[in-house]
């Protein structure tokens, strides 16, 4: 459910978003959607990329902490050399999510 929450945010605004996830009742895993959120967007064009990155900094600090974002690009970061398989500009697009959502 969460990623097809995520996949087609392109079309919702952020406070629709913000209600869904926060009827998930996902609790201290917060950063996990995050991070689907943005493993989703790798497979996307960069305008949907753009929109991602936007949503989880709208979506910073009504539905994610900082924790929960530093956590986030953490995981990312530790599992790059897995990730760089599908998507071998990962690095490029995460670095750019990193700098759009800050």
């Known amino acids: ?5 995520l996949s087609d945010n ?21 950063h996990h959607i995050a ?4 493993m989703l967007a790798m497979d996307r064009h960069n305008a949907q990329r753009e929109l991602t990155s936007q949503l ?3 979506l910073y600090r009504t539905v994610f902490s900082s924790n929960d974002i530093a956590q986030c690009f953490s ?4 599992s790059i050399d897995d990730i760089v398989l599908d998507t071998p500009d990962a690095h490029n697009v995460i670095t750019c999510c990193t700098s ?3």
Request: aromatic letters at 0%.
């Open 56 to 58: 989880i900094s709208d």
């Open 75 to 78: 995981d990312l970061l530790s």
């Open 100 to 102: 759009l959502a800050s």
């Open 35 to 38: 991070r689907l959120a943005i």
């Open 10 to 30: 392109s079309c919702m605004c952020d406070v629709c978003v913000q209600d869904l996830l926060s009827e998930l009742n996902i609790g201290p895993n917060k």
């Open 1 to 5: 459910m969460s990623a097809d929450l």
